[in-house]
């Protein structure tokens, strides 16, 4: 039986879809929602003997749950092996979500998001596999990957053993919105934070013996801004974006405790993006510039500056696939045979498919009807994720 002569079964995947919106699973906590599919794997047949977690969580350096679940799924027909990935993870603003439909959108009550992102990818994947049982249809080795810790730092992606994923061919990652749209690159990502050490003093009786921290860092940040450094970065040798996510004191508070104290220290986070990541670190050297510039233009009476501890390190490396490359032909066959004409895209974001292909395996990104993502007023389109479903079986069965 070929992948064109079934019928998905819709309420079974809606049903798939409407029971994991109701799990919680925040970044870092995602036990729960791992544990509910891992249930419904068994409940569509899939041997409880091909569903395991790995010891990522060990090594991602922030407190998390569990490891990334993967399964192993036999070939019934012979070919390379593929890789259908997606996460676990919500964002926090998903926290206490009440999912109900409305229509052909499932909602949340306005209060939190929705968690659309990505439990639309783990209703797919389970979607996915079901079908496959259910009516029998050939495919080569599978392997599903739901990562954690994607919505903090792509960490299950990026801290997993890369001979987990089984020398696969092709991964398709379901994280975005429309199924005919194929991402095949996304930016890479600098991270970096400043720290300024200035020196209190009584900001009315004597204020030039001060050495303001707030100062340093705003004179830093209008320097960048001159510069060409924040916001949208286009320069001869290279585009991105920055930003300047946090401007706070210690332990999380303010920077600064009463009006009438010079500010002693003040600490800037911030992030810069581009599809080049030599150019994003480009971006983090003007910031790293600005702030050596502005530490020297602040002293006090007697000529001592501020202390700045600027530090950077990558968060995530740039991809492009290149449009020939046999996974991305693959996905826009597997689109065509739906009767849809395939667009490839480039991602602003950081996906998982940023470290899978640092990890050896080409991957497409696939839309499942995520829209409005990480809002109060984020939705899942029902007709766009059964046509994510369609195709993640088109993607599955078809030969390459």
């Not at 499932?106 to 929705?114: C, F, M, N, Q, R």
Request: aromatic share 6%; glycine share 10%; with cysteine.
């Amino acid at each position: 039986m070929s992948s064109k002569n079934f019928d998905l079964d819709v309420k079974a995947a809606e049903e798939h879809l409407m029971r994991f919106l109701a799990v919680e699973g925040v970044t870092g906590e995602e036990a729960a929602i791992a544990a509910a599919v891992s249930d419904e794997l068994v409940k569509v047949g899939v041997p409880a003997s091909a569903i395991r977690f790995d010891t990522v969580h060990k090594r991602i350096p922030l407190p998390t749950q569990t490891g990334n679940l993967l399964v192993d799924l036999p070939g019934t027909r012979p070919g390379p092996r593929m890789i259908f990935s997606t996460h676990l993870d919500t964002v926090p603003l998903c926290s206490g979500a009440k999912p109900r439909r409305e229509g052909d959108h499932i909602v949340s009550d306005g209060t939190t998001a929705l968690g659309g992102d990505n439990r639309t990818g783990c209703a797919m994947l389970v979607t996915l596999v079901e079908t496959l049982i259910k009516h029998k249809l050939p495919h080569p080795p599978i392997t599903l990957l739901l990562t954690v810790r994607e919505e903090s730092g792509l960490h299950g992606a990026r801290e997993l053993d890369p001979a987990d994923l089984g020398g696969a061919a092709m991964c398709f990652n379901v994280d975005s919105k429309l199924a005919s749209d194929l991402i095949i690159g996304a930016v890479g990502q600098e991270n970096w934070q400043v720290e300024i050490k200035g020196k209190a003093s009584h900001a009315g009786v004597a204020p030039e013996k001060g050495i303001s921290a707030t100062l340093v860092a705003s004179i830093a940040l209008a320097e960048a801004n001159r510069a060409g450094w924040f916001g949208k970065v286009v320069k001869p040798d290279g585009n991105g974006t920055s930003n300047v996510g946090i401007f706070g004191g210690k332990d999380g508070k303010a920077a600064g405790d009463a009006t009438n104290v010079v500010t002693d220290y003040a600490l800037i986070i911030g992030e810069a993006r581009s599809p080049d990541i030599a150019f994003a670190k480009k971006i983090v050297e003007g910031y790293r510039a600005a702030f050596a510039k502005a530490q020297s233009e602040v002293k006090d009476a007697n000529g001592d500056m501020a202390e700045v501890n600027f530090q950077s390190k990558p968060s995530y490396p740039s991809f492009k696939l290149e449009e020939d490359t046999p996974a991305v032909k693959h996905a826009m066959r597997a689109v065509e045979s739906l009767g849809m004409k395939p667009t490839t895209s480039f991602s602003n974001g950081g996906l998982d498919a940023n470290w899978l292909v640092k990890h050896g395996v080409p991957t497409v990104t696939i839309g499942a009807g995520q829209y409005e993502i990480h809002t109060l007023k984020e939705y899942v389109d029902l007709p766009e994720f059964l046509q994510g479903c369609r195709l993640a079986v088109a993607l599955a069965t078809m030969e390459s």
